[in-house]
């Protein structure tokens, strides 16, 4: 690809200010895949008015985006390792202009569900692709890479906790197409900024197809897709009627993907190394059980306000967004926290404020006024914020450079798969809705998150950060 950062003659100090602007291009791309997991929580009821739906069949356009996400993370960030992350970083923006151009107008419901795939898919390529380009933009910054981490994990948490405010407002005024169109300015800005600021990618060699669709393991993307699909999809119904064949399906297809990746020539992912590498593992699973403690916080709470406490959507997103103020102010001192204390002290000190956090949930049992509520999602925004940082430090310092995209891909994975499980935990508790009588069933939430958040920190204490150690280094 012509253009871009590393093209020009520049001075350092016009070089750094470039860089610095294609961290803010990369941080608005990496926005779009939050913002529009959670945005869309309040078109709901309008599609369901727009096409004459019931609410089991419109939460299809929430699940077919969390299923792609999760499916399509790794996978856009192994195309991004072998491909290059701006490469694929600019593709995903174009693919979400095309979408959300063209899903606004779709015939049927069914159409916007394929145009949410497309979405998912579009902005899938994002976060992968900005850990790959943290370690050049860190040298041309000069800028360490917490910070740089915690600029892009800033914009992470404001998507996803701005989304609803955001949505309330265009669903209202507009429609539900807003929310599509809303996204074609945002990656118009983030793929020409990337474009033409951010390090070009490594010089590719001319490859043969045959050869590159040999080297791609087809096979093992097609089982590994197929192995989240089955499990999200049967976990997602496990209420009212489980889906019980998804099961055994789920386990073949694992079972045929670890068969094929440690046969195959060049894996998708070489499980090999990463059984060998358990800093990584663990790093995957404390965010699985991190993103499975702040969701069931993060979408329970928001049900019980509109349900028990008989707020609307727009007043709920409002009392919802000191989690995301505290989490945009308090992520500078988190980046501060891992140069000066270590990264081990910082992960200790989340795990341990996220415990506090989620014990506070509680109070919302005992009374729903707006000053408690505002109280406890700004309690829950400080220990998400230092663990959200500290933990995509984590990745970094866990992960092969070479490897930095798929590894990135699969830490997306890990939260959304604990999203998915918060859903599936709020709908058995929440089985018969939570209306006047919620109390119990709150605090029984309130407890398996707070037991899950000890586990949570438990964990956290058994990681070692010898890699990245090694990785500063580098």
């Known amino acids: 690809m012509a253009g871009g950062a590393g093209d020009d003659e520049s001075t350092p100090l016009q070089s750094k200010r470039r860089a610095t602007w294609a961290v803010g291009s990369i941080s608005l ?3 779009l895949n939050p913002l529009n997991s959670s945005m869309i929580a309040v078109a709901l009821f309008d599609l369901q008015k727009t096409f004459t739906l019931g609410i089991a069949e419109a939460t299809w356009v929430i699940t077919a985006f969390y299923l792609a996400s ?33 899903t606004p107008f779709a015939p049927s419901f069914a159409w916007v569900c394929v145009g949410r795939v497309g979405l998912a898919i579009g902005t899938a390529t994002a976060f992968p692709s900005a850990v790959a380009m943290v370690r050049p933009l ?76 040999l080297q791609s393991d087809i096979p093992g993307i097609v089982l590994f897709v197929g192995t989240l699909v089955a499990l999200l999809v049967f976990l997602l119904g496990l209420t009212p009627t489980p889906i019980w064949w998804l099961l055994p399906v789920a386990v073949a297809a694992a079972a045929g993907f670890v068969w094929r990746e440690l046969t195959a020539s060049v894996p998708f992912i070489d499980l090999r190394l990463l059984a060998k590498n358990r800093s990584l593992m663990m790093v995957y699973l404390c ?24 707020y609307d959507a727009g007043i709920t997103g409002l009392l919802m967004f000191p989690l995301a103020a505290v989490t945009i ?52 925004g400080a220990p998400y914020c230092v663990v959200s940082i500290a933990m995509s430090q984590a990745l970094y310092a866990s992960a092969a450079p070479k490897d930095a995209g ?69």
């Open 406 to 474: 798929v590894a990135a891909g699969i830490f997306q994975t890990s939260r959304y798969v604990g999203a998915i499980l918060a859903t599936t935990l709020l709908g058995i508790v929440f089985v018969g809705g939570s209306g006047p009588d919620a109390a119990p069933q709150w605090i029984t939430i309130v407890a398996i998150a707070t037991a899950l958040a000890v586990v949570h920190a438990v964990l956290l204490g058994a990681w070692h950060p010898r890699a990245y150690q090694d990785a500063e280094r580098a």
């Open 29 to 31: 791309g990496t926005l």
């Open 138 to 213: 860190s040298a041309r910054t000069g800028t360490s890479t917490p910070r740089l981490l915690g600029r892009i994990q800033i914009a992470n948490t404001a998507g996803a906790a701005i989304g609803p405010v955001i949505g309330g407002l265009l669903v209202s005024t507009l429609g539900w197409q807003a929310i599509f169109a809303v996204n074609v300015p945002l990656a118009a800005i983030a793929l020409i900024g990337t474009w033409m600021l951010a390090p070009t990618d490594a010089a590719r060699r001319r490859e043969r197809i045959r050869t590159m669709v």
């Open 287 to 310: 965010f699985a059980v991190f993103n499975l403690v702040y969701y069931t916080a993060f979408f329970g709470l928001p049900q019980l306000l509109q349900e028990h406490g008989h």
């Open 70 to 102: 999760a499916a399509g993370q790794p996978l856009m960030g192994r195309l991004g390792d072998r491909f290059g992350p701006r490469r694929l970083f600019v593709f995903g923006m174009a693919v979400v202009i095309v979408v959300c151009v063209l």
């Open 329 to 380: 102010g308090l992520t500078p001192l988190g980046a501060r926290w891992i140069e000066t204390r270590g990264l081990r002290f910082t992960l200790i000190v989340g795990g341990l404020g996220l415990i506090v956090g989620t014990g506070l949930l509680a109070i919302a049992a005992v009374t729903v006024s707006p000053i408690a509520i505002l109280l406890i999602t700004a309690a829950m």
